[in-house]
């Protein structure tokens, strides 16, 4: 069993920044694939990034692509989501995701264990 708890969100205006983390527990970390993704009440879980087992890989959404970065520290089992100039349009309750089989995917149908998410709210 993996355990996810993600952390960081809040209200900032449209161009500021904020942090994301997850952290995990209960497997061992460094053997699966993570990723972040984002949902607004009615719609589809959107892809935002993923970040492979060894973290030398990464895929972004064209939507965030060039503002969220994506990284991964194995000796914490934490998953960080820096997420900068950020638009109204980036409102939603934001997901962290493990992927047991290594494997990076852009579809949330790859992901074994989420977390309870955090909501990000940005003003106009």
């Known amino acids: 069993q993996v355990q996810l708890v993600e952390s960081g969100g809040g209200l900032v205006q449209a161009g500021g920044s904020l942090r994301l983390s997850c952290a995990a527990s209960g497997r061992t970390f460094s053997s699966y694939a993570l990723g972040w993704f984002r949902q607004v009440l009615g719609k589809e879980r959107e892809f935002v990034a993923a970040?492979?087992?060894?973290?030398?890989?990464?895929s972004y959404g064209d939507s965030v692509k060039g503002r969220f970065t994506i990284s991964r520290n194995d000796a914490t089992n934490t998953v960080y989501l820096q997420m900068n100039s950020l638009k109204p349009e980036d409102t939603a309750v934001y997901y962290c995701?493990?992927?047991?089989?290594?494997?990076?995917?852009?579809?949330?149908?790859?992901?074994?264990?989420w977390g309870q998410g955090t909501q990000v709210t940005v003003s106009a």
């Open positions: 970040i492979s087992r060894s973290g030398g890989s990464t």
């Open positions: 995701g493990a992927a047991l089989t290594g494997i990076m995917l852009r579809i949330s149908a790859g992901y074994d264990y």
